[in-house]
C-alpha cells in the first residue's frame, strides 16, 4: 500500500487549512502525493501529505530543557567523559595516579615528555589539552576563541612555569632553570608579558610568584624583602597590564612561601589598585583556617590607607604539601569556610566592619562545587534586589575542572536574560548594580581560566588538577550522568540527520 499513490485537488485537500502555492502554479493545480501510512482507508485529511507545490507547515518537536553542555565541543564532552570514567575508578585511578606522579616528579630525560615522543603522544591529547591551553600561541588562541565562543565573558591566561618546595625545603623548577637570578627574573618577566599579547580587553593575566626562579623563591621562604629586579619586572607586568584594560591576579602558593606572597601582594596593591583603578588581586584559600583572620586584616589595612582590595576566592589547591595542621579538619569544614566568607564579603558583615561602613572592593569567585556557586548566585540576587550587595562578584573556574558546572552557570546568564532584562557585572559599578537589581536581573560575568606553557612546565599544575578531580570523585559522578546524556543526545541527533 504504501507504493499506491492518490491524486486530489488541492482546494479540496486544504479546505480549511491555510496554504501556499508555489509562484507559478495554477491555483487549482492538481498535485500527486505520496501517503505515508498504513490503514489507505483513513480519510485524506487526516494523513501526512507532502504535495509537490504546497509548503508543508512546519512542525517544531517540543526541545528538552537546555544543560549547557550543548555548547562544549564534541571532543570536550568525550574527554572529560573519558577522564571522569578513569579517575572515578579505584583501579584505573591507583595506577593513573602512580605512573603520573612518577612522571611529574622524575629528573629523568627520558621521561620528560617534551623528549619522550611516546609520553608526549599519551599526555598531550588526554591529559594536557584537557587542562592547558596549549604550548604555542597558534593552540591558545585556538583554545582561547572556542572557549569564548562557548559564551565566557573572557579567559585567564597563566603561564605554567612554578617552582615546587620538597618536604626539606628543596627547591625543584617545573621547567627550564638558570643559576643566574637576573635571567630567571627577565625570563619570568617576559613569560608574563607574551602572555599578556595574547590576551584582550577584558580578559585576564594569572601569575605565580615563584615562576620568578629559585632566587625569588627562597626570598619568599624566608620572608624577605623582593629584589629589586623582581619589583621592577613586576611593575612591567602590572604596567602593560593597565595598558590593556586586563587584570591579574597572584595566585596562592604552599604555605611555605604563602606568608611574603600575601605581603609582597599586598604593595602591589598598594601601588596598583588606587585612584579609582584595579589591577592586582591577591588569593585567599578557604581551607586554611587562617583564611578569615588573613581577610580582616588585609580589609583593615586596605581601608586605613585607601586603596582597593580585589581577593580572588579558592578552596584550596596544596592539601597535598601544606602542612595539615594549618588546613580545616573536615571538607565540611572547609565548605562552610568558602561559604561563610563569600556571604560576608557580598553583605558587608562580620569581616570588622558594619555594612555602611565596609570598604570598597573587588571578588572574583573561584570555585567548582555547585552548591557554594548556586548559593552565591542567589544571594547576588537577592542583595542586589534589596540594593544591600557591598561587593560586586565575578565567577571563574579552570579548564578541565567542572565543564558541567561552568556550562550551568553560563546556561543560567542566559535564561535569566531572556526572562526580564539584564545587566552584567562586568559593565556595572557596584552602585549601578544595586539600582538596576531592583528592576533588572544582575547576570554575573563567567570566567575561564587557562594555563600555557611547555607539557613539562605544567607537570605539577597538570598533577594538582588530577588530585582535586580525584578528590571531588562524588561530584565526577554526578557530572559524569550528565556527560552520558549529552553524548547520547549527540548520537542520537546524528543518526536522526541520516
Not at 567523559?81 to 578513569?86: A, D, E, I, N
Not at 627562597?218 to 611593575?235: G, I, R, S
Amino acid at each position: 500500500m504504501f507504493g499506491r499513490t492518490a491524486t486530489t485537488s488541492v482546494r479540496q485537500l486544504y479546505a480549511s487549512t491555510p496554504f501556499r502555492i508555489v509562484q507559478g502554479a495554477e491555483k487549482t493545480a492538481v498535485v500527486t502525493c505520496r501517503r505515508t501510512y498504513s490503514d489507505f482507508s483513513a480519510d485524506a485529511r487526516d494523513t501526512d501529505f507532502v504535495p509537490k507545490y504546497v509548503s508543508k507547515p512546519e512542525v517544531t518537536a517540543p526541545t528538552a530543557t537546555p544543560t549547557g553542555l550543548e555548547r562544549m565541543p564534541n571532543i570536550n564532552v568525550f574527554r572529560n567523559l573519558l577522564l571522569g570514567t578513569m579517575l572515578t575508578s579505584p583501579i584505573l585511578s591507583k595506577i593513573g595516579f602512580g605512573l603520573f606522579g612518577t612522571v611529574t616528579n622524575s629528573k629523568s630525560a627520558m621521561l620528560n615528555p617534551d623528549r619522550n615522543p611516546v609520553l608526549r603522544a599519551i599526555i598531550k591529547p588526554l591529559i594536557y589539552d584537557q587542562f592547558c591551553a596549549g604550548t604555542n600561541p597558534k593552540e591558545i588562541f585556538r583554545t582561547r576563541d572556542v572557549t569564548k565562543g562557548m559564551g565566557y565573558g573572557g579567559i585567564v591566561l597563566c603561564y605554567g612555569k612554578e617552582i615546587q618546595i620538597s618536604s626539606t625545603g628543596e627547591v625543584h623548577s617545573t621547567g627550564k632553570g638558570n643559576a643566574n637570578q637576573t635571567l630567571e627574573i627577565n625570563a619570568w618577566r617576559d613569560g608574563n608579558l607574551e602572555t599578556l599579547d595574547m590576551t584582550g580587553k577584558g580578559d585576564w593575566l594569572g601569575m605565580k610568584l615563584t615562576g620568578a626562579g629559585p632566587g625569588v623563591t627562597k626570598a619568599l621562604m624566608q620572608n624577605q624583602e623582593p629584589p629589586q629586579e623582581f619589583v621592577a619586572a613586576m611593575d612591567a607586568i602590572c604596567q602593560k597590564a593597565k595598558d590593556q584594560n586586563v587584570r591579574l591576579w597572584v595566585d596562592a602558593e604552599q604555605q611555605t612561601v604563602q606568608t611574603a606572597i600575601d605581603r609582597w601582594t599586598i604593595d602591589f596593591m598598594r601601588k596598583w589598585n588606587k585612584d579609582g583603578d584595579v589591577v592586582v588581586y591577591q588569593t585567599i584559600q578557604a581551607y586554611l583556617k587562617a583564611s578569615r583572620p588573613r581577610l580582616m586584616n588585609q580589609l583593615a589595612i586596605a581601608e586605613r590607607e585607601g586603596w582597593t582590595i580585589a581577593v580572588k576566592l579558592v578552596r584550596g589547591a596544596y592539601i597535598a604539601n601544606d602542612q595539615r595542621e594549618l588546613i580545616h579538619d573536615t571538607k565540611q569544614d572547609t565548605d562552610d569556610s568558602y561559604n561563610g566568607l563569600v556571604h560576608d564579603m557580598l553583605s558587608g558583615t562580620n569581616l570588622g566592619f558594619t555594612p555602611d561602613k565596609f570598604p570598597r572592593m573587588q571578588l572574583i569567585l573561584a570555585g567548582h562545587n555547585p552548591e557554594s556557586v548556586a548559593k552565591a548566585w542567589n544571594l547576588v540576587q537577592r542583595l542586589s534586589e534589596k540594593g544591600t550587595l557591598k561587593v560586586l562578584p565575578e565567577f571563574v573556574q579552570l579548564q578541565g575542572m567542572g565543564d558541567e558546572l561552568g556550562c550551568k552557570v553560563l546556561q543560567r546568564c542566559d535564561d535569566l536574560r531572556k526572562q526580564k532584562g539584564s545587566v552584567t557585572t562586568g559593565a556595572l559599578t557596584l552602585e549601578q548594580a544595586n539600582s538596576s537589581g531592583r528592576q533588572n536581573a544582575v547576570v554575573p560575568a563567567v570566567y575561564k581560566c587557562l594555563t600555557w606553557g611547555s607539557i613539562q612546565e605544567c607537570m605539577q599544575y597538570l598533577y594538582r588538577r588530577l588530585v582535586e578531580n580525584q578528590g571531588g570523585a562524588d561530584r565526577m559522578k554526578d557530572g559524569l550522568s550528565a556527560y552520558r546524556q549529552e553524548v547520547w543526545r549527540r548520537l542520537t541527533r546524528s543518526l536522526s540527520f541520516r
